[in-house]
C-alpha cells in the first residue's frame, strides 16, 4: 500500500504541473509519452509479491492502471480551463503509451521477482533493464539517422519541435501492439519456470512461450515495414539513388527526375562545401579522413517516413552525415545543413557541439553559427530583419538565446535571425577564430575579453542604426509575427489538419478540404492567416464566392498592410475570373502600394502589365495566370507572342524554359526581355536568371559580365554576390558531366 501511495502522490504533483506547461496541459502527445516513463518506472520499481507469474502480472497490470486514471483524470478536468483540440487522440494515446508502458514494466518486475535473489538485487536488476532500454533508445537515435524513434516506455519520440502536425505516428499501432506481445512473452516465460516441476502444465505453458517467442521475434523482423527501426541502410537503399564527388557521398531518390538533376545536386554540395571552408577556415573531410554523407529527400513525406522531421532538416555532425531536402540549385538548406559539419572540428564533448560545462546543448550558438555562415537570402537579409524585429518589439533578448533551453521556447524564425546576426555581426567585426574559441562551452568572455552582455549591447548598437522603409517594417511584421509553438492554440492539431488540407488541395478533395479548414477557424477564428489560407483552398477549388466571403471577412478585420494586399490581390484574381478586369487592376495596382514581399509583387506587376494589354492578350494571360488546370502554358505564351513582340511574354516564356532547364532556348527570350520590361524589379529578376542560364550553358565568361550590372539594390545583392562567387569557383573547378 505505502508504494501504490507513493506512485499516486507522484502521478497527481506530475499531473497538476503540467496543468501549467503548455502542449503538456491536455490529454495528449506530450502528457502521454510523459506519463509513459513515469509509468514504466513505477511499475519497474513496484516488487510484485506471490504466484503464479500469470496471475501477479494481470493483478498488478489492473491496479497499476487504476493508478493512471489519477494524471489521467486530473488532465482531463484541466480541459476545462484549457481547449482540448482532439481529445479522442489523446485518449488513444494515454491508450497506446502509459497504458502499453505498464504492461510493459510489470512484466519485466515480474520476470525478475521470480530470481532467486534478495529484493534489492531484484529491484536494481528490474531498474538496469529498464535504464538499458532507455540508453539503447539514445544510442539508437544518436548513432542512426532517424531523429525520432519507438522505446518500450517512452512510446514514441517526436524528434523535432518545430515538426508541429502530428496525428497517429506511423508504426505506433504496430509497435505498441508487438510491446504487449514481448510483454506476455515475458509473463508466460515466467509462468513456465514457474511449473517446471509439473509436467502438463509446464508443458503446456512452454508451447504457449514458444508460440509468442517465434511470434514476437517474427513481428520484430518486420518492424521495418511499419515504420519502426529505420537504420542508414535502409535509408539508403529505400532511396537508391547514389553519386560520390570529391568529399561526399550523396544519396537521392532513384527517379529518372533525380539522376537527371544529379549533376547540378553534386555541384551545388562542392560549391557549398567551398563556401562553408572559406567561412569556417576547416576541412571536416581532410580532418577526419571521411566524406561527409548526404541523405537527400524527394519530399517531407519522405523525409518524415523515413527519418522524421518533415519539416526539420538534420545534420548529426558527430556523424559526418546531414539529412536534408534540396528544393532546387542553390538551395540555402543546405548551406545551413553543412555549416553545422563545419563546426565539427571545434565543437566540445561526444556530439561536437556546443555546450556549457557538458551539459545540455547551446542552441543558439549552434543554429546561429549556421545562420550566420549560411546568410539566405529574402526580402530581407539577416542584419535588416533582426533590426526591424528590434523595432517592432518583437525581439527577445538574445542573452536568454544562449544557453540550452532559452532557444526552444522562441518562434524559429525569430530565434535563428536574432542569433545568426549576432553571430556574423561578431565575425565580421573580430574574425571567425574568436568565435571557435567562444563555440565549445559559450565562453565569450575569454575569447572576446569581454562579457557576453558588453557584446550584446554591441551589436544591438549595429543594428539599431540600420536604415529601415515602411516596406521593410511591414514585410517583417508580416514574416515574424507568429508564435511559437508553445504560445499557439491547439498547435499540434491544427498543424495536423492544415497538413490535411494541404493534401485535399493537391488531390481537389472539395469537401474534405472544407470541414479540414472549418475545424481549424472553429480553433482559431480570429487567425487572419488561417483565413486568407483557407481563401485560397477554396480558390484553388473553384469556389469562388465562398472565397470572395472569406477574403472580404478578412478585409473588414483590419488586417496588416501584408495580410491586406494578400487579400486584396486574391479578390483582383476573383473580379478578373468574374469577367470584371479593370476592377482587378484596382485591387493589383492597391496592394502593390503596400509592403509585400518581392515574391508577390513581381506576379501583381506581371498580372498589372497584362491587363494593360489588348483584350485579346488579356484573354490570353487570363488562361496562363489565373487558370493552372489548363496545362497549355508554352501554347498560350506563343499566341500571346503572336499578337505582338510583348517583353513581358517574352519574360514569362523564358521562365517556363528555365525551369524546364532549356537554357540555351531561355535566354533568347530573356534578352528582348530585359530590354524592354517597364519594372526594374523583373529587370532584375530577368537579369539573375539570364546570369543563371549562361552559368548552366557553361558561358562563365559572360555569366560574370552580366552579373556585375546588378546594382546593390535588394532583394538581389546578396544572390548577385553568391552568383559572382559560384562563376568563380566553377571557372577554377570545372567538375566532370558540366
Not at 541502410?233 to 537521392?252: D, K, P, S, V
Not at 564533448?349 to 556549457?356: D, E, F, I, M, Q
Request: aromatic share 12%.
Amino acid at each position: 500500500m505505502r508504494a501504490a501511495a507513493t506512485i499516486t502522490a507522484i502521478y497527481g504533483v506530475a499531473a497538476v504541473a503540467c496543468c501549467f506547461v503548455p502542449l503538456f496541459q491536455v490529454v495528449g502527445y506530450e502528457s502521454a509519452a510523459l506519463f509513459g516513463v513515469l509509468a514504466g518506472f513505477a511499475g519497474v520499481l513496484w516488487p510484485t509479491l506471490g504466484s503464479p507469474p500469470l496471475s501477479v502480472w494481470w493483478n498488478r497490470l489492473w491496479a497499476s492502471i487504476a493508478l493512471l486514471c489519477v494524471p489521467l483524470g486530473v488532465l482531463s478536468l484541466n480541459a476545462v480551463r484549457v481547449l482540448n483540440c482532439s481529445p479522442g487522440l489523446g485518449y488513444l494515446y494515454w491508450f497506446l503509451i502509459p497504458g502499453v508502458s505498464i504492461a510493459v514494466a510489470t512484466s519485466f518486475r515480474v520476470l525478475v521477482d521470480q530470481l532467486p535473489w534478495s529484493a534489492r538485487r531484484r529491484t536494481i536488476a528490474a531498474t538496469v533493464m529498464a535504464v538499458f532500454s532507455i540508453v539503447a533508445f539514445g544510442w539508437q537515435l544518436a548513432m542512426q539517422p532517424p531523429i525520432n524513434g519507438f522505446q518500450l516506455f517512452l512510446g514514441y519520440f517526436s524528434g523535432s519541435i518545430y515538426d508541429e502536425a502530428l496525428g497517429l505516428p506511423d508504426g505506433l499501432v504496430f509497435y505498441r501492439a508487438w510491446c504487449l506481445a514481448f510483454a506476455v512473452t515475458l509473463v508466460v516465460v515466467a509462468e513456465a519456470r514457474y511449473r517446471w516441476r509439473n509436467w502438463l502444465p509446464f508443458a503446456a505453458v512452454s508451447a504457449v512461450a514458444a508460440i509468442l517467442i517465434a511470434a514476437t521475434v517474427l513481428g520484430w523482423q518486420v518492424r521495418r515495414e511499419f515504420g519502426v527501426d529505420h537504420d542508414r541502410e535502409t535509408i539508403a537503399e529505400r532511396l537508391g539513388g547514389r553519386i560520390e564527388t570529391e568529399h561526399f557521398e550523396i544519396y537521392f531518390p532513384a527517379t529518372r527526375q533525380w539522376y537527371e538533376r544529379s549533376a547540378e545536386l553534386a555541384e551545388d554540395h562542392e560549391f557549398r562545401y567551398a563556401q562553408m571552408h572559406a567561412f569556417f577556415g576547416t576541412d571536416p573531410v581532410a580532418l577526419r579522413g571521411r566524406k561527409v554523407r548526404s541523405f537527400v529527400y524527394g519530399d517531407r513525406d519522405q523525409k518524415g517516413q523515413m527519418m522524421g522531421g518533415r519539416r526539420t532538416l538534420v545534420a548529426k555532425l558527430w556523424l559526418g552525415e546531414m539529412h536534408i531536402l534540396w528544393r532546387d540549385y542553390g538551395d540555402h538548406l543546405l548551406a545551413h545543413e553543412l555549416a553545422h559539419i563545419f563546426t565539427e572540428p571545434f565543437g566540445a564533448g561526444p556530439l561536437r557541439l556546443s555546450s556549457r560545462f557538458g551539459v545540455g546543448v547551446n542552441m543558439g550558438l549552434v543554429e546561429g553559427i549556421a545562420t550566420a555562415a549560411d546568410w539566405p537570402s529574402g526580402d530581407l537579409n539577416v542584419h535588416t530583419a533582426a533590426a526591424a524585429l528590434r523595432r517592432l518589439n518583437a525581439a527577445p533578448d538574445i542573452r536568454g538565446m544562449l544557453g540550452a533551453s532559452g532557444f526552444w521556447t522562441q518562434s524559429s524564425s525569430r530565434a535563428y535571425t536574432l542569433m545568426g546576426s549576432f553571430i556574423r555581426y561578431l565575425v565580421d567585426t573580430h574574425g571567425i577564430d574568436k568565435l571557435k574559441q567562444a563555440y565549445p562551452n559559450g565562453d565569450f568572455e575569454g575569447a572576446y575579453g569581454e562579457p557576453v552582455d558588453a557584446l550584446v549591447a554591441q551589436w544591438e548598437t549595429f543594428v539599431d542604426g540600420i536604415d529601415l522603409s515602411d516596406r521593410d517594417m511591414a514585410r517583417a511584421r508580416f514574416q515574424y509575427d507568429r508564435p511559437s509553438i508553445f504560445e499557439k492554440i491547439c498547435a499540434r492539431t491544427v498543424a495536423e489538419l492544415r497538413r490535411q488540407a494541404e493534401d485535399h488541395a493537391r488531390l481537389g478533395e472539395r469537401d474534405a478540404g472544407v470541414a479540414a479548414w472549418e475545424a481549424i477557424l472553429g480553433f482559431d477564428p480570429a487567425n487572419v492567416r488561417y483565413r486568407l489560407e483557407y481563401a485560397s483552398f477554396l480558390t484553388s477549388v473553384e469556389m469562388y464566392e465562398e472565397a470572395e466571403r472569406e477574403v472580404k471577412s478578412v478585409l473588414d478585420a483590419q488586417p496588416s498592410d501584408v495580410e491586406k494586399a494578400i487579400a486584396l490581390e486574391m479578390m483582383g484574381d476573383i473580379y478578373w475570373r468574374r469577367g470584371d478586369p479593370s476592377a482587378a487592376q484596382q485591387q493589383y495596382r492597391t496592394c502593390m502600394t503596400l509592403g509585400v514581399p518581392n515574391d508577390q509583387l513581381r506576379m501583381l506587376q506581371v498580372k498589372d502589365e497584362a491587363l494593360d494589354r489588348v483584350p485579346a492578350v488579356v484573354s490570353i494571360a487570363f488562361d496562363y495566370l489565373l487558370r493552372p488546370e489548363v496545362d497549355l502554358g508554352a501554347y498560350q505564351l506563343q499566341k500571346w507572342l503572336n499578337e505582338g513582340d510583348d517583353p513581358l511574354a517574352h519574360y514569362l516564356l523564358a521562365r517556363r524554359l528555365f525551369a524546364a532547364r532549356q537554357y540555351v532556348e531561355a535566354l533568347e527570350h530573356l534578352k528582348p526581355a530585359i530590354a524592354g520590361l517597364q519594372s526594374a524589379l523583373l529587370v532584375q529578376e530577368a537579369t539573375l536568371l539570364a546570369v543563371e542560364a549562361l552559368y548552366f550553358s557553361n558561358d562563365y565568361a559572360a555569366a560574370q559580365s552580366l552579373v556585375n550590372t546588378l546594382g546593390p539594390e535588394e532583394p538581389y545583392v546578396t544572390l548577385a554576390g553568391e552568383w559572382k562567387q559560384r562563376i568563380a569557383w566553377a571557372r577554377r573547378n570545372r567538375l566532370e558531366g558540366r
